[in-house]
Each structure stands twice: as structure tokens, then as C-alpha cells.
């Protein structure tokens, strides 16, 4: 990790692993000269995956000292990054404190504050592709391949108690890691709801095939590993069965995809609904700018945020290149 020098103009960070790679460096100008935010820029700050925690503070204490860094969006080091530096943090939100997580840092004044976003916008992103009443009508299930921050605010939106009845009757989280399965037992065994929980580990792409093979119809099928994106792959092999009528869901929007390419390969024989994590990228990055820069970004504004990002979008399409 190499720090960036002091800021001399407003800056917000990204803190990820290839940042460089992400869609928001080209769009970020755009939507700041629409917010009216003059003057401010974005920048990245790249990390290793489960890297020595000395790092995630260096990078933390960075920001709280350095006056016009205003804040950044944490991504791949939501969880890593709250248990290395939570003390530096002057206020959390419940959010981080009950997931453990911190996905944005802002400051008001000299106070550091951290937030962890994923509940929110996980569930905007849900419900923009999610039939109402779903897991009433269709009595699917929810398999979430990946035990980190995403997977957890995932769980915790579908668990919540204002949506009644309206829950899937179970939810099963896998990883390779019986460390990370434990953490998310955890933080989740806090929540009262109906639904049950299970956790199974899943070191090899084949154990999340034998586990996707148990899914009813109208079940949903997350991929939040990150396989695909910042790391080759996919959490499952080429000779896994999507459940019919089935609704699944890529976080990555960028990267090749091969998850999101499984399913597709199957979308008109098992009547899949795919999604990427386009929409999730856009509520995640306007949840966290609004933050940073103290606005709100809803409604219309939101609106036209959505329409500059889906416009640069299909350009990096059409050109070739990859969102």
C-alpha cells in the first residue's frame, strides 16, 4: 500500500484492492460537477486482501489527519479495516457496530466517523429487482456464497422484522473459510427473526454446487466472494443447476463475470432472473457521497445521477471496454 501525499483540493478515497480498474474513477468527475461539489476529486488506495492491519490504520489515521481528505468508501476491507482501526473512529453507526463493518468514513469537523452502508443499499438494490411479496408467493430460499460485509448486510436486509411474513424460510451462507463462518454465526445469531440459518463451509467450487442443488424454485443465489472481480473465478463450477424460476444475483459489476455468465447460460431453461451488481454499485457509492460531502442524493438528484452512470455505461460498452 502506498499512501497518497496530503491533499490539497477536496478528496475523497476509494480504499479497495484494484481501484484503478473501478468505473467510479471516470464516473466520479461527472457526478461531482452535477452535485455542484467544486473543486472535489477522487482517489484510490489499494490494499491486499486480509492485509497486516498496521495498514488499514495508517490509511485511517491518514484521512483523520489530513484536512481536505473528507472521507472514502472502504469495499473488499469493510470488516479487516473496523477490527484493525475501530479506535481511531470517533463515532460508529449501529450498522457497524452490530455487522462489524465500516464501508464509509466521513468527517464532521474533526470528528471521524464510521458507517457501514451495506444494509442500506443492499436493500434498495433488492428491492429493484425482487418481485414484491417474493418469498410469500414463491416459498424460495437464499443461498449467499461469501461470509463477508456484503453477505451479512444481505442476510440482515432480508431477515428484517418489518417485512413480516414476507422473509425466505431459510438462508444458507457458505465459504471457504470456517473462521469467516463462525464470525457471520456470530453477528447474525444477534438478529430475531424467524428464518433459519445455516452455515456450511465450502472450500471447493464443488460444495457450493452439492449446496445449490438443495435450492426449491424461486430461490436466491448470491455471489458475494468477489470471484470474478478483484480474484478469477467463480464459486461454483461450469456443471452447476440454478433452481428454477431462480433469481440471482452478481455483486460484481466489473471483472469477467463467470458467476453471472453461469447463470445466463441457463436464464431461458430455468427461467432465471440475473442481475449484476451495477445498481448496488450506484446506491453503495451515492450512500457514501452523501455522506462524505454532507448532501442528500435522493429522489430526482438520485435520478439523474443513475441516468450520467448508465450513459457512461453503455459508452464503455459500446467502446468495448468493461464497466
Known amino acids: 500500500m502506498k499512501l497518497p501525499e496530503k491533499a490539497v483540493r477536496p478528496t475523497m478515497y476509494f480504499i479497495g484492492v484494484t481501484t484503478g480498474q473501478s468505473s467510479i474513477m471516470n464516473l466520479f468527475p461527472l457526478w461531482a460537477e452535477e452535485l455542484g461539489l467544486k473543486d472535489a476529486q477522487i482517489k484510490g488506495i489499494d490494499i491486499g486482501i486480509h492485509a497486516d492491519p498496521e495498514l488499514y490504520r495508517q490509511a485511517v489515521d491518514f484521512i483523520k489527519r489530513d484536512p481536505l ?5 472502504v469495499t473488499t476491507h469493510k470488516i479487516d479495516l473496523y477490527h484493525a482501526a475501530k479506535d481511531l473512529f470517533d463515532t460508529l453507526d449501529d450498522y457497524a457496530d452490530m455487522f462489524e463493518e465500516v464501508s464509509s468514513i466521513s468527517k464532521n469537523g474533526e470528528s471521524l466517523a464510521g458507517h457501514a452502508k451495506d444494509p442500506i443499499s443492499s436493500g434498495l438494490s433488492l428491492e429493484a429487482f425482487v418481485p414484491a411479496r417474493h418469498w410469500e408467493t414463491s416459498k424460495g430460499q437464499a443461498m449467499i456464497m461469501g461470509a463477508g460485509g ?13 417485512h413480516g411474513s414476507n422473509v425466505p424460510e431459510r438462508i444458507i451462507i457458505t465459504n471457504r473459510s470456517q473462521q469467516r463462518l463462525h464470525a457471520a454465526e456470530q453477528l ?30 424461486g430461490s436466491l443465489i448470491v455471489n458475494a466472494t468477489g470471484l470474478g472481480k478483484d480474484r478469477p473465478g467463480s464459486p461454483l ?19 469477467e463475470l463467470d458467476f453471472k455468465h453461469q447463470a445466463l447460460s441457463q436464464q431461458a431453461g430455468k427461467q432465471l432472473r440475473v442481475e449484476d451488481g451495477w445498481i448496488y454499485f450506484i446506491h453503495g457509492w451515492t450512500q457514501v457521497i452523501a455522506e462524505v460531502f454532507h448532501t442528500s442524493i435522493e429522489g430526482e438528484r438520485f435520478e439523474r445521477l443513475e441516468r450520467i452512470a448508465m450513459e457512461l455505461r453503455n459508452a464503455s460498452n459500446q467502446e468495448g471496454g468493461k464497466s
Do not use: Q
Open 69 to 73: 481528505s473528507l472521507g472514502a468508501l
Open 150 to 162: 456484503s453477505a451479512l448486510a444481505i442476510a440482515g436486509y432480508l431477515t428484517k422484522r418489518d
Open 237 to 255: 463450477t461450469d456443471h452447476a443447476e440454478f433452481p428454477m424460476n431462480g433469481l440471482v444475483w452478481e455483486l460484481n459489476y466489473r471483472g
Open 188 to 217: 447474525l445469531g444477534r438478529i430475531e427473526t424467524p428464518v433459519k440459518f445455516e452455515y456450511r463451509l465450502c472450500p471447493e467450487p464443488l460444495d457450493n454446487d452439492r449446496v445449490l442443488a438443495e435450492m426449491p424454485p
